[in-house]
Antibody, heavy 112, light 110 residues
Framework: EVQLVESGGGLVQPGGSLRLSCAAS????????MSWVRQAPGKGLEWVAT????????YYVDSVKGRFTISRDNAKNSLYLQMNSLRAEDTAVYYC?????WGQGTLVTVSS | QSVVTQPPSASGTPGQRVTISCSGS????????VYWYQQLPGTAPKLLIY???QRPSGVPDRFSGSKSGTSASLAISGLRSEDEADYYC???????????FGGGTKLTVL
């Protein structure tokens, strides 16, 4: 059974940092492009970042460039999102996805 | 404003066929595969259609996808109450070097 389990969300003050993790199982993680997609409360899906299988290519939505970093550890079947300089508009449920499969999401709330 | 456009809402009665459109440009839908996702209330998105018209195993054949030029469509036949959900199209955009999602279509089964 395929599983993507996100963790690391929570309440953080504006300007703060969080690191999201995603543990993958049940499929060949090392062969999969992986992404983070977020959904603000009551809003649609927004792509955040994508990383190639070997980590050699990374892509980001303009609004997070320079603040967020996507990374992966294929030995641990894990995906990460380091989020710095967080803003109120980053408040959302963050999903880990291989496109075919999605985790249940982790909520990030940026508020003072 | 999404670079890929979907109608915000659609509706139909049980048993009907409904179609949801997704309009983009040459840099996204026109040159890359289209994916469709279903998001039931309070749950994570689920892949419905990949590579324009392919169904993952387990997705009923009531769901079908098509693409023509810079537009794509999701068709749902034999509409059921459990199909009531939000539907999103997505594609890679070569100009943005990123993935773009449509704004989503809320499907109501009357």
């Amino acid at each position: 059974e395929v599983q993507l389990v996100e963790s690391g969300g929570g309440l953080v003050q504006p300007g703060g940092s969080l690191r999201l993790s995603c543990a993958a199982s049940g499929f060949t993680f090392s062969s999969s492009w992986m992404s983070w997609v977020r959904q603000a409360p009551g809003k649609g899906l927004e792509w955040v970042a994508t990383i190639k299988q070997d980590g050699s290519e990374k892509y980001y939505v303009d609004s997070v460039k320079g603040r967020f970093t996507i990374s992966r550890d294929n030995a641990k079947n894990s995906l990460y999102l380091q989020m710095n300089s967080l803003r109120a508009e980053d408040t959302a449920v963050y999903y880990c996805t291989s496109s075919d499969y999605w985790g249940q999401g982790t909520l990030v709330t940026v508020s003072s | 404003q999404s670079v890929v456009t979907q109608p915000p809402s659609a509706s139909g009665t049980p048993g009907q066929r409904v179609t949801i459109s997704c309009s983009g440009s040459s840099s996204n839908i026109g040159s890359n595969y289209v994916y469709w996702y279903q998001q039931l209330p309070g749950t994570a998105p689920k892949l419905l259609i990949y590579r324009n018209n392919q169904r993952p195993s387990g997705v009923p054949d009531r769901f079908s996808g098509s693409k023509s030029g810079t537009s794509a469509s999701l068709a749902i036949s034999g509409l059921r109450s459990e199909d009531e959900a939000d539907y999103y199209c997505a594609a890679w955009d070569d100009s943005l070097s990123g993935r773009v999602f449509g704004g989503g279509t809320k499907l109501t089964v009357l």
